[in-house]
């Protein structure tokens, strides 16, 4: 099985920590040259720091807000006249937890812009370089939500649908140019944002941290939460050559969790 990544440019966003930093890792350890998108250059660079260097890869990064469109889209685009990426990683926080009746105009705004409209932008500006390559992998971090919508995440569960139905048919357009593109659905993972979660339903249940907590694992038939590697290692073998005749599949990786077949 072709899984190096040896002379392949990789470009990960949200990746200085949880499950973007985790794939970062994976792809230069398989050999890629990764640029690290996200807002803190002093985190960019600690993290770039950290990621494998023995196969003499370039690591490089790029400071963006996703909160604002303009300035990621510029800098995508700047930096895409001078480097051609073969695989992209779509990857970033998701929206405050809440009920979808509580749910105000902007808030569906934000996350579209947060989300959709930024993984747009950034996947089309790096698209030509792909078809010239002749190589290309389009891998989008969303949720188990697209499957089954998840309780108290209503924003983020439309949002999420809502990238899973653009990627779905971007990846028909562009299958022909041999250009993949897929969704890692990660469970309940031990990252920050699994820790606001299991903060925010015990203030707003007054329950305990704990039986929250609980509750989840019990929903959960490996009984544990998953690790940011084990996310990582399937978007690590999506962007492989191994990988080359799967696209437009959402692919869950919860520990069995997701109700669906």
């Given at each position: 099985?072709?899984?190096?990544?040896?002379?392949?440019?990789?470009?990960?966003?949200g990746s200085t920590q949880g499950i973007g930093?985790?794939?970062?890792?994976?792809?230069?350890?398989?050999?890629?040259?990764?640029?690290?998108?996200?807002?803190?250059?002093?985190?960019?660079?600690?993290?770039?720091?950290?990621?494998?260097?023995?196969?003499?890869?370039?690591?490089?990064?790029?400071?963006?807000?996703?909160?604002?469109?303009?300035?990621?889209?510029?800098?995508?685009?700047?930096?895409?006249?001078?480097?051609?990426?073969?695989?992209?990683?779509?990857?970033?926080?998701?929206?405050?937890?809440?009920?979808?009746?509580?749910?105000?105009?902007?808030?569906?705004?934000?996350?579209?812009?947060?989300?959709?409209?930024?993984?747009?932008?950034?996947?089309?500006?790096?698209?030509?370089?792909?078809?010239?390559?002749?190589?290309?992998?389009?891998?989008?971090?969303?949720?188990?939500?697209?499957?089954?919508?998840?309780?108290?995440?209503?924003?983020?569960?439309?949002?999420?649908?809502?990238?899973?139905?653009?990627?779905?048919?971007?990846?028909?357009?562009?299958?022909?140019?041999?250009?993949?593109?897929?969704?890692?659905?990660?469970?309940?993972?031990?990252?920050?944002?699994?820790?606001?979660?299991?903060?925010?339903?015990?203030?707003?249940?007054?329950?305990?941290?704990?039986?929250?907590?609980?509750?989840?694992?019990?929903?959960?038939?490996?009984?544990?939460?998953?690790?940011?590697?084990?996310?990582?290692?399937?978007?690590?073998?999506?962007?492989?050559?191994?990988?080359?005749?799967?696209?437009?599949?959402?692919?869950?990786?919860?520990?069995?969790?997701?109700?669906?077949?």
């Amino acid at each position: 099985m072709n899984l190096s990544l040896q002379h392949k440019n990789a470009l990960i966003c949200g990746s200085t920590q949880g499950i973007g930093f985790a794939i970062a890792k994976e792809l230069a350890l398989l050999g890629a040259h990764c640029t690290l998108v996200a807002r803190n250059e002093d985190s960019l660079q600690q993290a770039i720091a950290q990621l494998d260097k023995s196969m003499h890869q370039q690591h490089r990064y790029l400071v963006a807000d996703f909160s604002n469109n303009e300035q990621v889209k510029e800098r995508i685009q700047q930096f895409a006249k001078e480097h051609t990426i073969h695989i992209l990683v779509n990857n970033t926080g998701g929206p405050p937890a809440g009920k979808i009746t509580d749910a105000k105009d902007q808030d569906f705004l934000s996350a579209l812009h947060l989300h959709l409209i930024n993984n747009h932008n950034i996947t089309t500006a790096l698209l030509d370089g792909m078809r010239e390559a002749g190589y290309g992998r389009i891998i989008n971090v969303i949720s188990t939500s697209v499957k089954i919508p998840l309780p108290n995440l209503g924003v983020s569960n439309t949002t999420r649908a809502a990238v899973a139905a653009w990627a779905k048919t971007l990846a028909n357009e562009v299958a022909s140019a041999g250009i993949t593109v897929n969704n890692v659905l990660p469970g309940a993972t031990a990252t920050v944002r699994l820790s606001s979660i299991i903060e925010n339903k015990s203030n707003k249940t007054n329950t305990s941290l704990q039986a929250v907590e609980a509750e989840m694992l019990h929903e959960i038939p490996m009984r544990r939460f998953g690790q940011a590697e084990e996310i990582a290692a399937m978007a690590a073998f999506l962007a492989s050559p191994a990988a080359s005749y799967i696209t437009g599949q959402s692919i869950c990786v919860d520990g069995g969790r997701t109700g669906s077949i």
